[in-house]
């Protein structure tokens, strides 16, 4: 089943800290830095993880850092316009609901299942679908370069790209002011309306 990662719900919990704190453009305390050490004493976390993850934030252009004495972190934009497949992206890389997508292209979503994984080299017919730890077999009879065995008649994979397009657009939809509950329960439900 899918599931946020425990890295991935820090980072929301760290850059949640940040905003909390203002300091992001048009924030009550805009010209301050949050330091990572702080966040990691204020949480419990340790250091060099909160250290580690804020630098990855930076580095894609999420936080701006300021060195020093006095330094620490501050959001580039506003927490209404960070998304939560901002901080997923950062985390986990591309979101990808089935490897067929992360291998043809969104664009296309014609496909199902996995370029590398080792769908009929196995034994057992349709059984062997359950058995995707053999990529070395799949490179050796073609299946790398020629995609899933199973595209031509695959029943689910347009739907399979429906529901990665619809999570995709409902992690875009999500923003860290409601994460963090900054954002009045009542201009979400007028936000939630209006996207319907």
């Given at each position: 089943?899918?599931?946020?990662?425990?890295?991935?719900?820090?980072?929301?919990?760290?850059?949640?800290?940040?905003?909390?704190?203002?300091?992001?453009?048009?924030?009550?305390?805009?010209?301050?830095?949050?330091?990572?050490?702080?966040i990691?004493?204020?949480?419990?976390?340790?250091?060099?993880?909160?250290?580690?993850?804020?630098?990855?934030?930076?580095?894609?252009?999420?936080?701006?850092?300021?060195?020093?004495?006095?330094?620490?972190?501050?959001?580039?934009?506003?927490?209404?316009?960070?998304?939560?497949?901002?901080?997923?992206?950062?985390?986990?890389g591309?979101?990808?609901?089935?490897?067929?997508?992360?291998?043809r292209?969104?664009?296309?979503?014609?496909?199902?299942?996995?370029?590398?994984?080792?769908?009929?080299?196995?034994?057992?017919?349709?059984?062997?679908?359950?058995?995707?730890?053999?990529?070395?077999?799949?490179?050796?009879?073609?299946?790398?370069?020629?995609?899933?065995?199973?595209?031509?008649?695959?029943?689910?994979?347009?739907?399979?790209?429906?529901?990665?397009?619809?999570?995709?657009?409902?992690?875009?939809?999500?923003?860290?002011?409601?994460?963090?509950?900054?954002?009045?329960?009542?201009?979400?439900?007028?936000?939630?309306?209006?996207?319907?």
């Amino acid at each position: 089943m899918l599931r946020i990662s425990k890295k991935a719900d820090y980072a929301v919990f760290l850059l949640g800290a940040i905003a909390r704190e203002g300091a992001y453009p048009g924030g009550p305390a805009a010209d301050t830095v949050v330091s990572a050490h702080e966040i990691a004493r204020r949480a419990g976390l340790n250091k060099s993880v909160v250290a580690n993850l804020l630098k990855d934030f930076a580095k894609h252009g999420v936080l701006d850092s300021v060195r020093g004495l006095k330094g620490g972190y501050r959001l580039v934009k506003a927490p209404r316009d960070v998304s939560l497949h901002d901080i997923l992206e950062v985390v986990e890389g591309k979101f990808t609901l089935v490897e067929c997508i992360a291998h043809r292209g969104e664009a296309a979503g014609d496909d199902c299942g996995d370029d590398n994984d080792d769908h009929d080299s196995a034994p057992g017919g349709l059984l062997a679908l359950a058995n995707a730890s053999a990529p070395a077999a799949a490179a050796t009879n073609g299946e790398a370069e020629q995609g899933c065995s199973l595209y031509s008649f695959c029943p689910s994979k347009r739907p399979m790209h429906v529901v990665h397009e619809r999570m995709t657009r409902l992690f875009r939809e999500i923003r860290l002011d409601e994460l963090c509950s900054l954002t009045p329960a009542a201009d979400l439900a007028a936000v939630k309306s209006t996207t319907r």
